[in-house]
C-alpha cells in the first residue's frame, strides 16, 4: 500500500483533530434533529423504545382539523407578511443605497434594530402594543384576525429582506442607470428594465426568508396570539405540554422540510451567479 | 465641416466650494473627433457628464445645434455615450442591448430588427446578437456598447475613457478600428482620455484641462509642438524646461539665457508678448541630437552661432527601448538634461553608453517659447 502524502498546509480536513471536530459538531448539531425525525414513524405511544415502522401519525396528523387550521394560519400569515415585508424592505433598502438624507445613519442602524433584538422582547413589546396602545379588534372573520400577527410578523421580517436587497444593490453599477437614461429610458422605465432585474433574486431571497421567518416563529408569535388564532409552532407547542407524542415528531418533521428547503432555495438564488444572470431575460422585447 | 455642433457658453460646475469645470468656452464642430484631455480629476468628465445630462451646469449655458439643452434630461437629448464600464445590460442579449434605445424611442420591429443588425454589422459582431453579455471579451462587450449607442444614429457619440480597459495590443487595434468608425458613420465623437498617446492618435483636435480650466484647445500636432503654457508643454508628452530671460530679441532671431545652462539657446524667430519677463524655452527629448565627443569643438547645426545650442555632459542613465533609447545626461552645473535617440542601425547606440562624455545640440527652430 502506497503512504498517502503528509497534509499540505492549507488542507486542513485531512488532519485528525479537524476531523474530531467536525463530527463532534454534526453529532450535536443534526443528531437529535434525526432522532426526532426517525421517531415520527415509530409505532408507539411512547417515544422512547423503536416498536417498528408506521406511517400513522402523519395520518394521524392530517386529519387533526386545529392542527391543520393552525397549519393554514401558518400559512397565510406568512403569505401576507411576506408580500408586505418584501414592499417595504424593498423600498427601504432602495431609499438607502439612492439617497442621501440627514438622519441616513440613524435610519440604517435603526433598520438592524428588530435583527438584533431578543425576539423575547420584541414578544413583550408587541403585547403591549396591542393591548395599550393600537388594540387590534376583536371577533373579525378570518383572516382579518390574523391581523396583529401579520403586523408583528412584518416588523421583524422586513429588516431581513432590506439587508438582502441593499446587499445586492451594492454590486450594481450605476453606469447601468445613466446607460438606460442615456439610451432615452425615463425614470419609472430605468427602475423596471434595469434596476428591478438586478435586485430580483436579491427579492427572491428576501421573499423565502421572510417566510420561513415568519412560518416557524414561535415566541412573537406567542405573545400576539389569541385562543382563535392559533398558528403551527404555538399549536405544536401546546400538545407538547401533555405529552410528546410520534404525532408532536411527525409535526416537527413536517415544519423542519419545509424550512430546510425554503432556505435553501434562498441560499441558493442569493448565491448563484446564473440565477442573476438570467433574470428579466428578453425584457426589452 | 466647419459648423459648431456643440457649443459651452462660460460653463461653470461647482461641487460644493469646488469648481470642477470653471468658466470653460469651447465649440466643437460637425464631424471632429474631439478630445478631452487632461490628468484625473481635472473636470474632463464633469464637462462630458454635463453634455450627456447626468450633471447640469452651476452656470453657463450648453448649446448643442444651437438648442439651449442645459435643462433637457438624458433620455431627452440626441447625444449617447459609450461608458467607460461600458454597462452593458448583463440580463439582456447583444441584440436586446443594442435594441434597447429603440424599443424605448417605439421604433417599429422591422426597422428596429434591421438597424440593429447593421449596427451589430458595424462594429464586427455580426451573429453575436443571439449572445449573453457574460459569453462576452471586454473587446467585444465595448463593441456592444459602441453599437447600443450608434444605433439611436445620435448627433454627438460620447467615449468615457473608451481604451483604459483594454489591454496594448488591443487598444492599438481599436484606436485604428475607432478611426475608421468615425469616418464611415460621420458622427460628431468626444472622447475623454488622461492617456495623451490616445488623445494624440485618434483625435483631431484636443482640448487639454486642468483643474477645471481649459488650458489649450488645438490640434493634436499644434498641442505637441506649439504648447501654449508649461503645464501642456509637460503633460504632452516628455520636455525638457529652461527657465531664463530673453537676451535678445529681434524679429529675425532671439537668445534665451538661462541659469540652468552654460551656453546660450538661440532662436531662429521673434519673440511676440515676452515684455521682458521670465520665459522658458521648453525642448522635446527628440529634437536634441547626441554626438560623440571627439575633441573639444562643438559640433555646429548650421543654423545658429558658434556657441549656442551645444552643450557637452555625461550619460548618467539609459533607457532601451528598442526602437529608440532616452538618455539622461548630466551637463556642467548638475542639471540632466532628457534625451530621446532613434535606432537607425544595429549597433550605432554603442557609442552612447553609460558614463559616456557627449555632445548635446539642437537646432535653432527646436525651443518652444513659452510665456506661462
Known amino acids: 500500500m502506497s503512504k498517502r502524502a503528509p497534509p499540505d498546509p492549507l488542507e486542513y480536513l485531512r488532519r485528525w483533530q479537524m476531523q474530531a471536530w467536525l463530527a463532534a459538531v454534526a453529532i450535536f448539531l443534526y443528531a437529535p434533529l434525526i432522532a426526532l425525525m426517525a421517531f415520527s414513524f415509530n409505532d408507539s405511544r411512547r417515544n422512547i423504545v423503536w416498536k417498528g415502522f408506521t406511517l400513522k401519525y402523519y395520518d394521524k396528523l392530517f386529519n387533526d382539523s386545529a392542527l391543520l387550521e393552525a397549519f393554514g394560519n401558518s400559512l397565510t400569515i406568512a403569505a401576507v407578511s411576506t408580500v408586505l415585508s418584501l414592499i417595504l424592505g424593498a423600498s427601504a433598502a432602495l431609499v438607502l443605497w439612492r439617497f442621501r438624507f440627514p438622519g441616513k445613519t440613524a435610519l440604517d442602524g435603526a433598520l438592524a434594530l428588530p435583527i438584533v433584538v431578543p425576539e423575547i422582547c420584541m414578544g413583550v413589546a408587541m403585547l403591549v402594543f396591542f393591548a395599550r396602545v393600537m388594540p387590534w379588534p376583536q371577533g373579525l372573520a378570518w383572516p382579518l384576525n390574523l391581523g396583529a400577527i401579520i403586523i408583528a410578523h412584518v416588523s421583524f421580517s422586513f429588516p431581513f429582506v432590506a439587508v438582502v436587497v441593499r446587499a445586492r444593490m451594492a454590486s450594481f453599477n450605476r453606469e447601468m442607470e445613466e446607460a438606460a437614461r442615456d439610451l432615452g429610458a425615463g425614470e419609472f422605465r430605468t427602475i423596471r428594465d434595469v434596476i428591478l432585474p438586478h435586485m430580483a433574486p436579491s427579492l427572491v431571497a428576501g421573499a423565502l426568508l421572510a417566510f420561513t421567518l415568519s412560518l416557524d416563529d414561535f415566541v412573537i408569535t406567542f405573545f400576539t396570539a389569541g385562543p382563535d388564532t392559533v398558528t403551527f409552532p404555538v399549536k405544536v407547542y401546546s400538545m407538547v405540554r401533555f405529552s410528546v407524542t410520534p404525532e408532536v415528531n411527525a409535526a416537527s418533521t413536517v415544519l423542519i422540510v419545509l424550512t430546510v428547503l425554503l432556505t435553501a432555495a434562498a441560499l441558493k438564488l442569493q448565491g448563484d451567479p446564473a440565477a442573476t444572470a438570467g433574470h428579466g431575460a428578453g425584457d426589452a422585447k | ?372
Open chain 2, 1 to 372: 465641416m466647419s459648423k459648431p455642433i456643440i457649443t459651452f457658453e462660460n460653463v461653470t460646475k461647482r461641487f460644493g466650494k469646488l469648481a470642477a469645470v470653471d468658466n470653460v468656452s469651447l465649440t466643437v464642430e460637425e464631424g471632429e473627433f474631439f478630445a478631452l484631455l487632461g490628468p484625473s480629476g481635472c473636470g474632463k468628465t464633469t464637462l462630458l457628464r454635463m453634455l450627456a445630462g447626468f450633471e447640469t451646469p452651476t452656470e453657463g449655458r450648453i448649446l448643442i445645434d444651437g438648442q439651449d439643452i442645459s435643462n433637457v434630461p438624458p433620455n431627452k437629448r440626441p447625444v449617447n455615450m459609450v461608458f467607460q464600464s461600458y454597462a452593458v445590460f448583463p440580463h439582456m442579449t447583444v441584440a436586446d442591448n443594442v435594441a434597447y434605445g429603440l424599443v424605448v424611442d417605439k421604433v417599429g420591429k422591422a426597422e428596429r430588427d434591421r438597424r440593429v443588425e447593421e449596427a451589430l454589422e458595424l462594429v464586427q459582431l455580426g451573429g453575436y446578437g443571439g449572445r449573453k453579455p457574460d459569453q462576452l471579451s471586454g473587446g467585444q462587450r465595448q463593441r456592444v456598447a459602441l453599437a447600443r449607442a450608434l444605433v439611436k444614429r445620435p448627433r454627438v457619440l460620447l467615449l468615457d475613457e473608451p481604451l483604459s480597459a483594454l489591454d496594448a495590443k488591443l487598444r492599438e487595434q481599436m484606436r485604428t478600428e475607432l478611426c475608421t468608425l468615425q469616418e464611415k458613420v460621420g458622427i460628431t465623437f468626444i472622447m475623454v482620455t488622461h492617456d495623451q498617446d490616445e488623445a494624440l492618435a485618434l483625435a483631431t483636435r484636443c482640448a487639454v484641462m486642468s483643474k477645471g480650466l481649459l488650458q489649450q484647445v488645438a490640434s493634436p500636432n499644434d498641442l505637441y509642438e506649439f504648447p501654449n503654457s508649461r503645464f501642456v508643454a509637460d503633460f504632452i508628452g516628455s520636455v525638457n524646461l529652461f527657465e531664463g530671460v530673453l537676451a535678445v530679441d529681434e524679429p529675425s532671431h532671439a537668445v534665451i539665457r538661462s541659469p540652468d545652462l552654460p551656453v546660450d539657446i538661440f532662436l531662429d524667430h521673434g519673440v511676440t508678448g515676452a515684455r521682458g519677463g521670465t520665459v522658458w524655452a521648453a525642448i522635446r527629448p527628440e529634437k536634441i541630437e547626441l554626438h560623440k565627443k571627439e575633441g573639444d569643438t562643438p559640433p555646429n547645426l548650421g543654423d545658429c552661432p558658434q556657441g549656442t545650442n551645444a552643450i557637452a555632459g555625461v550619460i548618467k542613465h539609459e533607457a532601451y527601448l528598442g526602437g529608440s533609447s532616452t538618455y539622461e545626461v548630466e551637463i556642467a552645473g548638475g542639471r540632466r538634461i532628457k534625451v530621446q535617440r532613434s535606432n537607425l542601425t544595429r549597433w550605432d547606440q554603442e557609442d552612447f553608453k553609460l558614463g559616456e562624455t557627449v555632445w548635446l545640440c539642437w537646432h535653432a527652430c527646436s525651443p518652444a517659447v513659452l510665456l506661462s
